[in-house]
């Protein structure tokens, strides 16, 4: 027998494919497809299992509510419907609110320092930026690591890499704050974040939709141009620091 069921929170195919080993790992059940655009999956079993059991499979990540499709069958389209009819403002708007806040942070802090000093302003900028979105990854660590080995090249393969990435990010933006080492911080600044840019262009090029991990698993910001403007941005600001350091 087979059975529709609405699930909400599914934002990527890396959801989808954790949704689908989740009912798959419930007694009873043959098959599970997923319908990723609209929201449902279709679920094969052999005996009838009761919409509760499959909701307790997904107990453990919250953001996947599962529920009868007769309950909320144009709720799930409607809502699709409005994802679709937002503009680029309202997709990035998070985003953008952070950025401007870095960057009034960064111009206070500068010019309250007497002579506007272009290192002193590049390195507030990227303590800013690091802490702030470490700050969201850590809001959902184990959210951000499913949504980041989604196309970054090193968690790909090791999965681990996403939540030592996390730490990463809040070390250089103490790091950056303090100024600690500033060669071998934006030494470690190129390196990652070079590294993380592949997966993203790669992502892009491929046309593939799916969540950007820059804020973690707090927002569903799609991957795009904005996000290699974010990693491009800590890369040339980490190669002006050393190149005039040297």
């Given at each position: 027998?087979?059975h529709?069921?609405?699930?909400?929170?599914?934002?990527?195919t890396?959801?989808?494919?954790?949704?689908k080993?989740l009912?798959?790992n419930?007694p009873?059940?043959?098959?599970?497809?997923?319908?990723?655009?609209?929201?449902?999956a279709?679920v094969?079993m052999?005996?009838?299992i009761?919409?509760?059991i499959l909701?307790t499979a997904l107990?453990?990540?919250p953001?996947y509510?599962?529920?009868?499709?007769?309950?909320?069958?144009?709720?799930s389209?409607?809502?699709n419907?409005?994802?679709?009819k937002?503009s680029?403002?309202?997709?990035?708007?998070?985003?953008l609110?952070i950025?401007f806040y870095i960057?009034i942070?960064t111009?206070?802090?500068?010019?309250n320092?007497?002579?506007?000093?272009i290192?002193?302003?590049?390195?507030?900028?990227m303590?800013?930026f690091f802490?702030?979105f470490s700050?969201?990854?850590?809001?959902?660590?184990?959210g951000?690591?499913e949504s980041y080995?989604?196309?970054?090249?090193?968690?790909i393969?090791?999965?681990?890499?996403?939540?030592?990435?996390a730490?990463i990010e809040?070390g250089?933006g103490?790091?950056?704050?303090?100024?600690?080492?500033?060669?071998l911080?934006?030494?470690?600044t190129l390196i990652?974040?070079?590294?993380?840019i592949i997966g993203?262009?790669?992502?892009?090029l491929?046309?593939?939709?799916i969540?950007?991990?820059?804020?973690?698993?707090?927002?569903?910001l799609p991957?795009?141009?904005v996000?290699?403007?974010?990693d491009?941005?800590m890369?040339a600001m980490?190669?002006i620091?050393?190149?005039?350091?040297?």
């Amino acid at each position: 027998m087979k059975h529709t069921y609405t699930i909400s929170g599914m934002t990527c195919t890396g959801c989808e494919a954790k949704v689908k080993q989740l009912l798959l790992n419930v007694p009873g059940v043959k098959t599970v497809l997923i319908d990723l655009d609209n929201g449902t999956a279709e679920v094969e079993m052999n005996t009838h299992i009761s919409t509760n059991i499959l909701k307790t499979a997904l107990q453990d990540y919250p953001k996947y509510q599962l529920s009868d499709l007769e309950q909320i069958p144009m709720i799930s389209n409607s809502l699709n419907d409005d994802e679709e009819k937002k503009s680029w403002l309202a997709i990035y708007k998070p985003i953008l609110i952070i950025f401007f806040y870095i960057t009034i942070i960064t111009l206070i802090v500068s010019f309250n320092a007497g002579n506007f000093n272009i290192l002193t302003a590049m390195r507030i900028f990227m303590s800013g930026f690091f802490l702030t979105f470490s700050f969201f990854k850590m809001l959902d660590l184990n959210g951000f690591v499913e949504s980041y080995a989604m196309y970054d090249i090193v968690a790909i393969k090791f999965r681990s890499w996403g939540y030592l990435y996390a730490f990463i990010e809040l070390g250089l933006g103490l790091g950056y704050a303090i100024d600690f080492k500033p060669a071998l911080i934006n030494f470690i600044t190129l390196i990652v974040m070079s590294a993380s840019i592949i997966g993203v262009l790669q992502s892009i090029l491929n046309k593939r939709k799916i969540q950007c991990a820059c804020l973690g698993a707090v927002f569903n910001l799609p991957m795009s141009t904005v996000t290699i403007i974010e990693d491009g941005l800590m890369i040339a600001m980490s190669g002006i620091m050393i190149f005039i350091m040297f």
